[in-house]
Every structure is written in C-alpha cells, then in structure tokens.
C-alpha cells in the first residue's frame, strides 16, 4: 500500500525557516517524481515544487522560487522542502503528492499534509 | 502564475449532471493536454479523478468525465450522488514547467 507522511511543520517567525520532510513507503521511491502542495486555511491548492526520481531536475513555483529547496535522499525514501526567508503567505498545509509511474505529471498518491505557520 | 478560473460553488439534485468549468490561458490549459481535476472532502487529502483531460484512474467512477475545448477544460459529473459533495479543483501543466491549480468549486447537492 502506498504511504506518504509528512512531518516538520510546526509555528515559525517571519524570516525563519522549516524543513519538511515526507516519508514515503510502498513503492519504489526512487522510481516516481515527486511534488510538494499546499492549501493555504480555507483556500485553494497551489503547487510548490517537484523533483524527479534522482533529484536531478526541480522546478519551483515563482512564489517561493529562491528560498524553498526540494530534495530527497532516496536510500531513506524521503522527501524533503527547505524553506527559509518564511512569510506570512507561506502559512499553509503542505502536502507531499507522487506523480504517477513514467509520469511527472498529476498527483495519485497524496499524504494528509503537516501544517505550517508563520507568524510573530 | 495566476490560478486557472473556476466558479466558486456548483449545485444539482441528485440524479442530475452537472459541469465544471475550468479557464485558463494558451500557456496552461490550452497548450497541453496535461489538464487533471481533484476531488477534496473537509479535512482530507485530494483524490484524482481524471487525468490527461479525460482519462479516468482505475477505481474512479466513469460517473465522472473529461473534455476540452481550447483554453477552458470541463468536468461532469452524471447521476449526481451524495457523495460527491466536495470540493473540485482542477489542474494544469504549464509552459514554463510548473503547475497550476484552479481557484476550485464547491459542489453541492441538494
């Protein structure tokens, strides 16, 4: 069965930083790209960032662009995002998501998402 | 990135069809086919329920399906059932390699 949890969230300061990390089990870890969502309390989900199987090739959405980081240590079946410079924007539920086999694209398996807030 | 455009709440008996409609611009929506729509219950993870336009995953009810037609993506969801009362978004690909969700709908029945 397919599992992904994620962890390290918790309540930081403007200009601090978190890193989140999602553990991953039931599959070939190695195999999938991987992405980071979030949810913002009572809004919509807005994409973060992804990273294929090797960690190789990321890309990151403009808003976070240059101070969150993915990357993943495949022999731990872990995903993790590195976020610094936090803003009060970035308060959010974030939720690890694999895309499906061969495919870097759509989210079939998604974690319940660890929650993460920035404020003073 | 701006979110692709959805309306804020749909609603229909049960029984009925309805369809969600999803906007965005040549450079997501109308450049790929590469559109997907999510399902989300309060409290819990989303689910896929079409990829690729309107290519269901095993397991999601043919209840539901997918199209296109230039910048604006739909889905429709026939003999409406209780169960799906939720929150759908949809989701695309985009020519910069990111991704963009909609802004997403509250389906209710009634």
């Known amino acids: 069965e397919v599992q992904l949890e994620e962890s390290g969230g918790g309540l930081v300061q403007p200009g601090g930083s978190l890193r989140l990390s999602c553990a991953a089990s039931?599959?070939?870890?190695?195999?999938?790209?991987m992405h980071w969502v979030r949810q913002a309390p009572g809004k919509g989900l807005v994409w973060v960032s992804r990273?294929?199987?090797?960690?190789?090739?990321?890309n990151y959405a403009d808003s976070v662009k240059g101070r969150f980081s993915i990357s993943r240590d495949n022999a731990k079946n872990t995903l993790y995002l590195q976020m610094n410079s936090l803003r009060a924007e970035d308060t959010a539920v974030y939720y690890c998501a694999r895309a499906p086999m061969g495919r870097s694209i759509d989210f079939d398996y998604w974690g319940q998402g660890t929650l993460v807030t920035v404020s003073s | 990135q701006s979110a692709l455009t959805q309306p804020a709440s749909v609603s229909g008996s049960p029984g009925q069809s309805i369809t969600i409609s999803c906007t965005g611009t040549s450079s997501d929506v109308g450049g790929y086919n590469y559109v997907s729509w999510y399902q989300q219950h309060p409290g819990k993870a989303p689910k896929l329920m079409i990829y690729?336009?309107?290519n269901r995953p095993s397991g999601v009810s043919n209840r539901f399906s997918g199209s296109k037609s230039g910048n604006t993506a739909s889905l429709t969801i026939s003999g409406l059932q209780a169960e799906d009362e939720a929150d759908y978004y949809c989701s695309s690909y985009t020519s910069s390699s990111t991704f963009v969700f909609g802004t997403g709908t509250k389906v209710t029945v009634l």
């Open positions: 690729d336009v309107s």
């Open positions: 039931g599959f070939t870890f190695s195999s999938y790209w």
């Open positions: 990273s294929n199987g090797d960690g190789s090739t990321t």
